[in-house]
């Protein structure tokens, strides 16, 4: 299996407001940047969608270290939350409906596609990758006419 860094972030203006999501995909020495956005979205949308589009972009199973600074999509995995979640018919602990399952239900597949470690980092700390896709993620919804 190739083994693939991605470093993904989102971003919102409003929450919910206009978003953008960034995404770098290191394999080797080569890079690549994704990004996109909608015109009405949440902050844990953008983030969630950074991943599946990241993960999406790989032609085949790869090993993957997904590096992130959301809590929410992070502990969502490595929490066991959306195992839970998924045996609960989409309820959480406090049996509230799950937010995002149509982005859960994206995501799924694709983990079981990939071996996927989650690896949090602190946001806007300094973390060259980070701060790059949050850049990605910002500019894409100041530049859009969505």
Partial sequence: MKKVEIYTDGACSG?????????????????????????ET????????????ALSALKEPCEVTLTTDSKYVCDAINQGWLSSWVLKSW?????KPVLNVDLWEK???LLD?????FVWVKGHNGH??????????????NNSDE
Avoid: F, Q
Avoid at 91 to 95: E, G, I, Q, S
């Fill in 15 to 39: 929450n919910p407001g206009k978003g953008g999501w960034g995404a770098v995909l290191v394999y080797n020495s080569k890079e690549k940047e994704l990004s996109g956005g909608e015109s």
């Fill in 42 to 53: 949440t902050n844990n949308r953008m983030e969630l969608t950074a991943v599946i589009e």
């Fill in 91 to 95: 309820k959480k602990a406090d049996n």
């Fill in 107 to 109: 995501l799924l597949p």
């Fill in 113 to 117: 596609m990939h071996e996927v470690k």
């Fill in 128 to 141: 060259p990758y980070n701060e790059r896709c949050d850049k990605l993620a910002v500019n894409y919804y």
